[in-house]
């Protein structure tokens, strides 16, 4: 029977571990962290309603995310520049992840180059912005493809970078690298943030990737997530960055049953933001998600263990899902229905 | 007038006299102990609109479980190795029930054996697993009716035990006793859980027990409850198993409207999960029970007094369950009604 | 602009000045306070839905009880043993009372006699309890009319006294006094409750006292109110005993609208508990009371500086009600509706 | 990436720079602060429902409050002598407002005459009383009128001046100043406040001064709302005095949206009253106001930093507002409708 690692002990360790600037930039949300807040505690007010007496001896928490298979529900959503929390970077996370059988999303804002991450990566996908300078965006876009991402994931809720609560400023040094060579030259706010990227630029990304599934991530409502479907989106992320954009937005939690209920079947649709247990996966899978996505979690685990460490919580989320899905009479994340969980 | 003695008093005690791994394990909930934190929340969300101007010069708090006659509807819950928290164990928690008039259930995870436990105890059930080694499980349960047990409970929230907050291993000593001898060799959790248990298992241990009456334990579903009822279950027992199964699920006081409406009067309906004061047992028949049981209180009462703890624990329940009934208006527990609460 | 004296500070001052018993018999609650707790916290979650540019320049604060002009529709609660926090005692409260316009409200567990109130008190009533001696109940009964009572209160939700959380004996002297003196020799548990007393009982007090209205206290369910007054009773005061009768109950604030609907315009309706200031006043007129009465804060100002400290909380409530009314845009206590308040 | 100065860390400082017994007069509520307590965490309840993908390269905050252009839709609530807070007192504060484009409600409790605030302000407004001597009323508009005032805001919650739960007298010493030179013969409580204003006024205020636009400030119901448009006003201004009139009322966030169906879209809807981040300002949009204010936080901006911090504030606002408005997909104040909150 082993002891649980709660988040908070895992987030207490990184906090020792990183220079406190380091740890505020990753740990901070927008404004006054109101969003940042609510999304954990939104979770909890879904309790769960577990089935009892199925024949839980052989439970699969596999899965499969725009077709790739996946060892469980639960994978690692982008976050920027992670070799703040720990040398090791992005190549390091994306081999934890695969260590684990999960699947990893790239940000652009990485810190190291496609060829680096994908020479270590299990299935991964490239979170993308388009960037003013359109020609640099496609330019990534086909080096990822050729690099083997499997998707895109459009960032959608940051037409701006909001303003932050706690250590503001990217303490990334000068050796930074950057997923192409031709970032290097402009790193600037200006390059980054396109605030004019509509719909339309869904299906633009596909067909300058080669026809690379777009999946739009930050989607709060089930207008929105219509308007993706139809402008040509292969799956939706319900998020709200973490709590690090627009302050005060929706928690997740309940915005995802709106989103799914938009959309029924026609696609796939994940969510992230304050997801800590296995049972909170459980929950979002009941509230409509076919899989959720943890950030800070895996920064922390980097920050204190390295690549073992982002294998070991995803293998403990994984063993947690596992935990979840047998308590709940679930055999397989299939077999988990909205009313596995208890609307407040 | 007498004072209050409150379980957090209690609690309090026991903390103090028993080793620091022992109470973590006795107390301890799964998870991030959600569960365990809503339970007894969970009553205070149902306040009681008592009822004035009856005579109750005469108030019987006197009730029956499965036609067994009983002193008050607030009895004794399984719990697992209770020589942890006092050398009597077992036997002293039964004897302790038995002076207080009220019904004990044996834990299957017993630290006494079947014959020490039955030579002191009042009325009782066995709680029971349907182990791996189904011939074990049948001759456990054979010689429980034999000893004299009355019921079986079947735990059906435990396919697997779930991964604990607080000391996660139990440290029973090698002196340690079991309920019959052929258990003492497999005493690894690989003889405990059997994660392949169904509804037909309720019909098998009424069969190979002789026909005693099968009450399953760990429902929090209305069509769970009617399943059970369906393939044979005498009573129902909603239970979270006290927060230490899988956490996040839902207070045991939010579920047992549910299956009350489930079942109609078809069956009794017990329940447990936060029960820490004699109005919260009203509460709980107020919200459909025909019964309450605790688990913890029992555990702290042993730990501090021995079986006489027990015994003032129950007694003092039973004082105040008779005192709210008057208070209530009530003369008797069948004229505790679903209006005497107020639902949130 | 005057500064407010919170009724936290009022509180303050008393638990310095009593001893820590005294002080606890007086403030406790019954069982695990929770009905304490929740009393003063219902008030606030109904916020006050203010009227604008209403001619205010004349507000009358003035209403009647049964019959009785008063200053304002806050009065003085029945609680026991007032000279344990004061000299004073019974005699001061009264004279504070009056002092300030208001009525009071006796206990028949008084320190005092009735001679001794009645010479210094405005308009009072007796609360009364039927005594299993009823003879001696109907002696008290007839004093109390010849002394001036100008309606009976019965107490109805006291068929037992419940188990207190904290200072559980009533520590008056040996020197203590009595309604009147045949009470002197029957200062036993068993003299004062009788469990047997039902709402045949408010057609006899009427009798025995020689018409005297019957106020039933304790209401707190809208078919107990119809049942009150199809028995005879002239007014209900909805109550659940200051939180020190059956813990749970339900907060007097939710109750109050119930009991009002069940029985319109037929009678008057009062209501004590969690009344801290002139704003609870004014939002329970807006439930439907007719007046509201404070327990504790008179007990507080008593202790504090005796009858003048009594005098000043009511007038200072007195102030408090006429600048809600003012600030509400109600001329008149018949001015406010059930519309002044948001309901939760 | 800025970033984030937060309400609470301006209050700090204000509280650091201030006399005690000037800090308490600007931050205390009436009563038990119940009001103020619940103003700010009001807008919480409405969580924002951003909309992504849209064109959001330019965005424009500007809008017009009763035809006057604004660079903002927040602005600067009316409190009283704002040379507590600064030596620069009124005047500091109209020209940091008009130096971020804002507009400047100026009380008729101001320390300064109203030329020298005309001086220095934009746009400004008179926030007025209904004097008991309404020939000094009279003089007031007119030359308010004359020295620039584009309308009068007529305080409607304040019949009289509440008593308060911290520093409850104004100690501004013997130099202080006054809006025209009649009031410093004045300056006592019974010139200020006239319990007997009523819709009629509102007519009366459009004539004595020359045709000014009547806001009518403290609406907090439907009913109240629709009596004064068609008495004339024209705007209402949903406020609780900031939790300083009649505690216990409603949080403004709560009474907006009642308010803007009541009128529709009659007439221009503004609210105050825990307004402390440009989120904030987008729920008010959003629930129905063409505008939002803040009081206290312009007073700590005064208090710290003079003119300047006024404008700092205002100017931090407005950039919240216009980064709010981009991150929920809006290029303009009018794109702002009720779907963007989620109601509670």
Redesign the interface.
Known sequence: ????T?YDELERRAREILPPDIFGYLATG???E??LA?NDAAW?QF???????????RVDTGTTLLGTPVASPVHVAPTGYQTLAHASGEAGVAKGTADAGSLYVLSTRATASLDEVAAVAGPWWLQVYVLRDRDLSARIVERAAACGARALVLT??T???????????VPVGGSARFLIPELVARDD?GTWQN?????D??GWLREVSGGLPVV?K????G??AR??VEAGASALYVSNHGGR???????TA??LAEVRAAVGEECEVYVDGGI??G??VV?ALALGANAAFVGRPALWALATSGSDGVRDLLSSLH??VD??L???GCRSVAEVTPDLV?YP
Chains 1, 2, 3, 4 share one sequence.
């Open positions: 029977m082993p002891l649980v709660t927008s404004g006054v109101e969003t609510t909890r309790p769960l309603r577990p089935r009892i007496l199925r024949d839980v001896a959608a809720d037409p701006y970078v909001a303003a932050k609560a706690r250590a503001a400023n706010e605030p004019s990227v509509t719909f630029d869904i739009v930050g989607v709060l409502r207008d929105d308007s993706c954009q627009l302050d005060g937005a929706l928690a309940f915005a800590r247990t049972r909170d929950r063993e947690e935990e979840a047998a308590l709940c208890r």
